[in-house]
């Protein structure tokens, strides 16, 4: 029975898919190139601005456009070739990686002229590019995976990537920018995108799933809305990471608790951005292995509420080193709700309609770290760097008391399979 039991969850089922390890690659790729490409922006204009506000309008740049555009960009991923939307805007970004680049480069004297607004125009455009990139890319794994049985462990190895890439990004962008300058920093965040476009443009085109209820674009756009709001559990669940990320965003301040805080200087921020990831690959490996079916919901609860822990001890402490462990259980904790969320929403949502509900999504979840970073740039702002992240962390738990409260069917969600029928 228990050989039984374990042929039946092959954690490394999807990675023998051909199509699903390119895209790997591909996220893999851009993920560490906006990694590095964040360190390197956020130590560059808070070098320029000396402002704490500076940093949380990095965030406002990017997801201003982002939110903007996401329910026609949701609309577009479900009547256009989710492929062709993902290479144009993989091309976009790579125009965006290589403006950043030429702004350092001796010939350009664009940022001696204009100050930060140069950098900040590009991360706007870079905005646009990820609010249309989010739905694409959302609604076009599953199409690489045919079985929809593995659709959970497809999740858990595109978000362990996600997370490796974020791990391995900011530690690298700091090195490089420590050690070999910004030019170098920018010219490998720049080749990233590239490779990413290349294995993208590997993978073939995939039909359109086929519409059960075609809609115009008014009506469509409202479908997908409705949809989302009128599901409680997917609601709950978006809407909890939401105000989670948004209140707990103290990693936008990590430039100030590099410099003024725990002294240590672009390397060691490199390392403080990459903590939160090292736990968030640690849990999401170990979710692989055992993915969480029974009382899903709860640990989904209790994991949101153990990173808003973590932020409040983290605005605490005065040790690099024990702000490392810190940030690490805050990732690991978040990896946990990350992976329930994605798998619930796939779960739940229909093909023909997985843009548009990526959208939304996007809305919440997706732009709420550029969101929750200038709101910690503002009250950092307003009462201090340390105030700023208690009070993050203090609403964080706020959030998940009140959603336990009133979210019943999230509170009680269960993603154990369906007992199969024996035999005859």
Not at 85 to 99: D, K, P
Not at 108 to 122: D, E, F, H, K, W
């Amino acid at each position: 029975m228990k050989e039984e039991a374990r042929s039946k969850h092959d954690p490394y089922a999807v990675l023998r898919l051909p199509e699903f390890r390119l895209y790997i690659v591909a996220r893999l790729c851009i993920t560490l190139a906006m990694q590095i490409q964040a360190v390197i922006v956020g130590w560059q204009i808070y070098d320029i601005a000396q402002d704490p506000l500076s940093l949380g309008l990095i965030g406002l740049a990017e997801a201003i456009p982002s939110i903007v555009v996401s329910l026609y960009a949701g609309y577009i991923a479900d009547t256009v070739s989710r492929k062709k939307i993902i290479m144009v805007v993989v091309t976009a970004l790579l125009f965006c990686s290589a403006a950043l680049l030429y702004f350092t480069l001796d010939i350009s004297n664009v940022l001696a002229q204009y100050g930060t607004l140069p950098i900040y125009l590009v991360i706007f455009i870079s905005g646009i590019a990820r609010g249309f990139m989010g739905p694409a890319i959302f609604s076009f794994m599953p199409q690489l995976v045919a079985n929809k049985q593995l659709y959970g462990n497809a999740i858990t190895w595109s978000s362990t990537t996600w997370q490796a890439a974020s791990l391995a990004g900011p530690a690298a962008g700091g090195l490089i920018y420590g050690f070999a300058g910004i030019t170098a920093a920018y010219t490998t965040d720049a080749a990233l995108v590239l490779l990413s476009l290349l294995a993208f443009a590997f993978i073939g085109a995939k039909p359109l799933p086929e519409n059960i209820n075609p809609q115009n674009l008014k009506d469509s756009l409202r479908s997908g809305i409705k949809f989302v709001f009128g599901n409680q559990v997917i609601l709950s669940a978006i809407s909890l990471d939401l105000f989670a990320v948004l209140f707990g965003g103290a990693v936008a301040l990590l430039p100030i608790f590099a410099s003024d805080i725990l002294e240590t200087g672009p390397q060691g921020l490199g390392f403080l951005r990459a903590a939160p990831a090292v736990g968030s690959v640690l849990m999401a490996v170990l979710m692989a292995y055992y993915p969480i079916r029974a009382d899903a919901g709860k640990k989904m609860l209790w994991s949101v509420a153990g990173f808003g822990m973590c932020i409040i001890l983290f605005g605490l402490s005065t040790s690099f080193w024990f702000s490392l462990v810190l940030l690490a259980l805050s990732g690991a904790f978040d990896s946990i709700s990350v992976i329930i969320r994605s798998t619930l929403i796939h779960t739940l949502t229909p093909e023909y309609m997985k843009g548009r509900v990526s959208s939304v999504n996007n809305i919440f979840v997706g732009s709420s770290n550029e969101i929750g970073a200038f709101e910690s740039g503002f009250t950092a702002k307003l009462m201090g760097v340390v105030p700023a992240v208690l009070f993050g962390g203090i609403m964080t738990l706020v959030v998940v008391g009140v959603t336990g409260l009133k979210a019943d069917k999230l509170r009680t969600l269960d993603l154990s399979p369906e007992p199969e029928m024996e035999p005859a």
